[in-house]
């Protein structure tokens, strides 16, 4: 059984950081895409970002370039978000996402097919 599980949400105030990471079990992605979205009360899951099955290609939503960092550890099955200079406008669940198409940078949230049960980021002002 796949899983993802993502960790290191919390409550953080503007300015600070937070490093988010997404541990996948049941098979390995190493050949696959993996994404990060959020979605805020009342809006859409958005992607924030996704890197490639080995790391040297990257896609960032506008509002994540400059301050986010995605990144990803093929030994350990495991992709990371670094998040610096918090804006109360960043409050979200995060959630973690794998695609089953091997070698593509999908940036949809349709291109996905395993999801993690995501985790709460708040940033108060």
């Known amino acids: 059984q796949v899983q993802l599980v993502e960790s290191g949400g919390g409550l953080v105030q503007a300015g600070e950081s937070l490093r988010l990471s997404c541990a996948a079990s049941?098979?390995?992605?190493?050949?696959?895409?993996m994404g990060w979205f959020r979605q805020a009360p009342g809006k859409e899951r958005d992607i924030v970002a996704a890197i490639n099955w080995n790391g040297n290609r990257s896609f960032y939503t506008d509002s994540a370039k400059g301050r986010f960092t995605i990144s990803r550890d093929n030994a350990k099955n495991t992709v990371y978000l670094q998040m610096n200079s918090l804006k109360p406008e960043d409050t979200a669940v995060y959630y973690c996402?794998?695609?089953?198409?091997?070698?593509?940078?999908?940036?949809?949230?349709?291109?996905?097919?395993?999801w993690g049960q995501g985790t709460q980021v708040t940033v108060s002002s």
């Open positions: 049941g098979r390995s992605f190493h050949t696959n895409a």
């Open positions: 996402a794998a695609d089953l198409y091997a070698g593509r940078l999908g940036v949809r949230r349709q291109d996905y097919d395993y």
